[in-house]
């Protein structure tokens, strides 16, 4: 990987890294304890390393699901094609578990994430209504990509 960046799991050491990232990018930030929650729940987190956290990926995994619950990659290492690499190894893991599709919700008005997904071969599910709370409420769209 370039820079020599690399996907590697979530270490309760990286969750202020990962929180100060999450509040420089998500309209709704988590804050660290919903991150510590979601490794102590043993959901699958992931990170993306080189000198210092830049992305991660949250995912749970169900029987023949999967929930992509939160991606994100620095502002400053955007447009490099870390998030899809790290939707190849969310979706090379959900595989591996014998999962047949992965959801996730998108902010309608977030078109960036939605080209992504869309160039990664998430197809439209459905519209959840008022599924974002304030500070900008918003209905959800539902993606879904068949493993
Ligand atoms: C969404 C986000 C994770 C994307 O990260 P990224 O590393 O910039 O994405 P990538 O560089 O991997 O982009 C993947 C592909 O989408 C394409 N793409 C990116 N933005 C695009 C746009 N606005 N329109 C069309 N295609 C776009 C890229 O060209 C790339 O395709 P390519 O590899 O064929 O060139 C990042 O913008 C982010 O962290 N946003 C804030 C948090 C967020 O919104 N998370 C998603 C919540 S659902």
């Not at 990926?57 to 999967?66: D, K, Q, W």
């Amino acid at each position: 990987m370039q820079g020599g960046a690399r996907i590697v799991q979530m270490q309760e050491a990286d969750i202020d890294a990962v929180a100060t990232l999450e509040a420089e990018v998500s309209p709704a930030p988590w804050r660290a304890g919903i991150f510590r929650d979601c490794l102590r729940a043993e959901y699958e987190c992931w990170v993306l390393q080189a000198e210092e956290v830049f992305g991660y990926a949250i995912f749970s995994l169900g029987p023949g699901e999967a929930h992509l619950l939160n991606i994100a990659i620095s502002p400053a290492r955007q447009r490099q094609g870390f998030a899809r690499q790290l939707l190849t190894k969310v979706a090379s893991i959900a595989r591996v578990h014998g999962v047949e599709r992965i959801l996730l919700e998108v902010r309608p008005s977030n078109l960036r994430a939605r080209a992504i997904y869309e160039k990664a071969g998430f197809e439209f599910l459905s519209r959840r209504k008022k599924y974002y709370g304030p500070p900008k409420k918003e209905d959800a769209f539902v993606y879904t990509l068949a493993l």
